[in-house]
């Protein structure tokens, strides 16, 4: 014959388990709770795009003269000075700084991670 099949708010009131917000919760983590040594490598994100409206310029005026440089000279140096100006700021940014959503690249974390290792032993 069965056991009787009592409901579950029985079960856990005579097996005391209404109490378990007086006792601490039991924690076993599976590791040790630390940091690892290096992160895993993730691509970054491209950057936005630069100078799309004045490479889009430049080549309606190509298309308008037949790929003549000669009278598209004004729209081409116009590129030429958004593509240096933005390679200028490229190099000007440093690579320590943080990315635009506040996050280091996983290459600046992995170079800190190796400076400052975790302590597996106490001296």
């Known amino acids: 014959m069965a056991a009787p099949g ?12 209404w109490r378990n917000k007086k006792r601490p919760p039991t ?4 590791r040790i ?5 290096q992160v895993a490598n993730r691509r970054e994100q491209l950057r936005e795009a630069t100078c799309i ?6 080549m309606a005026c190509w298309k308008q003269n037949d790929f003549n ?5 004004e729209e081409i140096r116009m590129f030429y000075d958004c593509v240096a100006k ?3 700021e ?3 940014q440093n690579e320590d700084t943080l990315s635009s959503r506040g996050n280091l690249p996983s290459s600046k974390v992995n170079k800190l991670l190796k400076r400052f290792p975790q302590i597996t032993h106490y001296v």
Do not use: I
């Open 86 to 88: 933005a390679q200028k």
């Open 69 to 73: 440089d000669t009278p598209c000279a």
């Open 6 to 17: 009592y409901p579950t708010w029985v079960t856990r009131w005579v097996s005391g388990q």
């Open 27 to 30: 924690l076993r983590p599976p």
């Open 33 to 37: 709770l630390a940091l690892a040594d």
């Open 90 to 92: 490229r190099e000007n």
């Open 53 to 58: 409206t004045e490479m889009s310029v430049m």
